[in-house]
């Protein structure tokens, strides 16, 4: 599962993507809890991050496999 | 559900967003509708030169199309075209476009506010930071006097360095970037090593194990990454380079045991521990390529071992050049009496070698009004180049037009007469970008105190090295963000032989171990003296000969 960073999170982690390797798929809670114990000053950032998989926005309830390319996405600022 | 034909075209690009952009192709629809959002010039209450935005690519394409496929079911509307773009953009610049066809101009103008705002909260794309504006704000000059006085080299360096300003920076792969201005401080992302390393063939064991023989646990070879602990007892062979398994290690050289099967016996004892430490070169976090710098090929390497493929540099300078006078011909002719050929254009073309860009050369016919009708087919936009120079022309003579024709550009003439010898007829000319030279040539809107420069460079040869050398490159540096070219202080090694002369004098010299050599030049048409010139004597005025052996203050030319 290759997890991407976006703006501000790439500050946070230090790099632009990172791969886990679940042995199941991940609920949204498990992947920050799996994110939070290698990138602990993601924290700051959960309550204003979204996430999407393959390109779109998922809801909260969304469970992500493990080949899955998740995206998590800061508040946006284009324009 | 409703049908959607609206046709949708969406682009992400790093480079300038055109001006204009044409209209539909398929003729009359009733409104076309464009907006464009520009870079303002201050962020969060600070001036910045360029913000600089960051996308999602694939995800903000589909977002976009997702948004207005979705608005079209309310607002029908015949197509729509959105640029965003991305990576640096300087303050002026258009950050996104947005076009839109419609029969009538209520579902266009819906549309626009509509997408905008679902924009900017749901396309992956950030505003990533803001780009400060690196210098000190021009002073504000007296409005210009119909004739310039004669100033002194000192104050025409110090007008040039107030009134130029950094171009905007861009972000460059490592293999474009080779002798651009480096903007912004690199760091190590890493320690440099990132872990201890052996600098030797040979084996590793425990720095603390005193043992006599060793078993061979393991090989390990330059790329091998393979973490453990030692014990003691325990050696591991290792290649020169390779990364140590553990930290708290020495490595001894090969010559200096024997090896039986998967034991050693060391046989001589070195207090040496062939070993680099991690970080030793440098920490992580810790300035590794400083901004300012020029970056040379072992900067450019230093940048790609750190990771940095897209470094933050100045942009390609964008040069005009133009040729006067009737009695130049090319290099390739044979002149006729009165003519020479014309050896500026390769000079200058060579000079500029040093600052990375792209030279537009041109040739002025002597008669001022076809000379403009030429210049005018060039389309001199203020945002199409950063730097005018024009050879010859620069006196008062009759047909030198140099100064009327920059009036006739829009230029306001800073100086036209420094009092120094060769060079004295140098004419420096800038423009604030927006009102004259725009409305003068071809309506554009250039961005607000973007200054453009412009010199006169009096037509001989050597006042043209000399001026190039004095003014042009330092107007070059400043726009790309370097440091100046400073005078250096030297000894002469032979006599400078000169009879007093009221200005200021850049005497041509070779430069080697030995010192300066002041080299013979008779006029300022002289051209045999470039054969050896490095080095420009900096001679004060009414000083006259100098003796061998004196210190003296002189500008590097290589």
């Keep these: 599962m290759r997890i991407l960073f976006f703006a501000q999170l790439k500050d946070a982690t230090g790099c632009d993507s990172v791969e886990l390797t679940p042995s199941s798929p991940l609920s949204a809670e498990q992947l920050w809890a799996e994110l939070l114990k290698h990138f602990p000053k993601l924290a700051a950032h959960r309550s204003s991050v979204r996430i999407a998989t393959r390109c779109e926005y998922v809801a909260p309830n969304a469970v992500f496999a493990a080949d899955d390319e998740v995206a998590l996405i800061p508040p946006v600022s284009g324009g | 559900m409703k049908l959607i034909c609206m046709e949708i075209e969406i682009q992400l690009v790093h480079e300038p967003v055109a001006d204009p952009i044409p209209p539909p192709p398929w003729g009359i629809v009733g409104a076309w509708l464009e907006f464009r959002g520009m870079v303002r010039s201050e962020e969060n209450g600070g001036n910045i030169s360029a913000l600089e935005y960051e996308a999602y690519p694939e995800m903000a394409v589909r977002e976009i199309r997702r948004i207005l496929e979705s608005l079209a079911t309310k607002y029908p509307c015949r197509a729509v075209k959105v640029i965003h773009r991305v990576g640096v953009i300087p303050v002026g610049e258009t950050a996104i476009y947005v076009g839109v066809a419609s029969p009538h101009r209520g579902e266009a103008i819906a549309l626009l506010a509509g997408f905008m705002d679902r924009l900017k909260q749901d396309v992956p794309i950030w505003k990533r930071r803001a780009l400060p504006v690196e210098t000190e704000p021009r002073k504000n000059r007296a409005p210009v006097a119909t004739k310039t006085p004669l100033i002194s080299l000192d104050e025409a360096l110090a007008e040039i360095h107030s009134q130029a300003q950094p171009l905007p920076a861009v972000r460059t792969p490592l293999a474009r970037a080779f002798g651009r201005v480096l903007r912004e401080t690199v760091g190590a992302p890493t320690d440099l090593p990132d872990g201890d390393r052996s600098t030797r063939d040979g084996y590793a064991m425990r720095a603390d194990d005193n043992s006599e023989i060793f078993l061979v646990v393991d090989t390990l070879h330059a790329a091998d990454w393979k973490p453990r602990q030692l014990q003691p007892g325990e050696a591991v062979r290792v290649a020169t380079g390779a990364a140590l398994p553990c930290e708290n290690l020495r490595v001894v050289m090969q010559e200096h045991v024997e090896r039986d099967g998967q034991k050693i016996r060391i046989t001589r004892h070195e207090p040496a521990r062939n070993v680099r430490l991690r970080g030793e070169d440098v920490k992580a976090g810790q300035p590794l390529v400083p901004a300012g710098g020029r970056l040379e090929a072992g900067r450019l390497a230093l940048l790609a071992?750190?990771?940095?493929?897209?470094?933050?540099?100045?942009?390609?300078?964008?040069?005009?050049?133009?040729?006067?006078?009737?009695?130049?011909?090319?290099?390739?002719?044979?002149?006729?009496?009165?003519?020479?050929?014309?050896?500026?254009?390769?000079?200058?073309?060579?000079?500029?070698?040093?600052?990375?860009?792209?030279?537009?050369?041109?040739?002025?016919?002597?008669?001022?009004?076809?000379?403009?009708?030429?210049?005018?087919?060039?389309?001199?936009?203020?945002?199409?180049?950063?730097?005018?120079?024009?050879?010859?022309?620069?006196?008062?003579?009759?047909?030198?037009?140099?100064?009327?024709?920059?009036?006739?550009?829009?230029?306001?003439?800073?100086?036209?007469?420094?009092?120094?010898?060769?060079?004295?007829?140098?004419?420096?000319?800038?423009?604030?970008?927006?009102?004259?030279?725009?409305?003068?040539?071809?309506?554009?809107?250039?961005?607000?105190?973007?200054?453009?420069?412009?010199?006169?460079?009096p037509g001989n040869p050597l006042s043209h090295f000399v001026c190039f050398h004095l003014f042009v490159a330092a107007a070059l540096a400043k726009l790309t963000g370097a440091a100046p070219e400073k005078f250096q202080r030297g000894r002469l090694a032979a006599k400078l032989d000169d009879a007093p002369c009221p200005r200021e004098t850049l005497w041509p010299a070779h430069r080697d171990p030995a010192g300066l050599h002041p080299l013979a030049w008779a006029s300022s048409g002289d051209v045999t003296c470039l054969m050896e010139t490095n080095a420009l004597i900096r001679v004060p005025a009414n000083r006259g000969s100098i003796v061998a052996g004196a210190e003296v203050e002189y500008l590097s030319t290589d």
């Design chain 2, 305 to 457: 071992s750190a990771g940095c493929a897209q470094p933050l540099v100045s942009p390609r300078l964008r040069v005009v050049h133009f040729t006067t006078g009737d009695e130049i011909v090319p290099p390739d002719q044979t002149p006729r009496p009165g003519q020479i050929r014309d050896s500026n254009s390769i000079l200058i073309h060579g000079l500029l070698q040093k600052f990375p860009g792209d030279v537009v050369p041109a040739h002025l016919p002597e008669d001022f009004a076809a000379a403009k009708q030429l210049v005018s087919t060039f389309h001199l936009q203020p945002s199409t180049f950063d730097l005018l120079l024009i050879s010859g022309g620069a006196s008062v003579g009759d047909k030198d037009f140099t100064r009327p024709l920059l009036e006739w550009l829009g230029f306001e003439i800073v100086f036209s007469q420094v009092n120094v010898r060769p060079g004295r007829p140098l004419i420096f000319g800038i423009t604030g970008g927006v009102s004259v030279l725009a409305s003068r040539l071809v309506g554009s809107l250039a961005p607000p105190d973007q200054v453009r420069m412009a010199f006169g460079l």
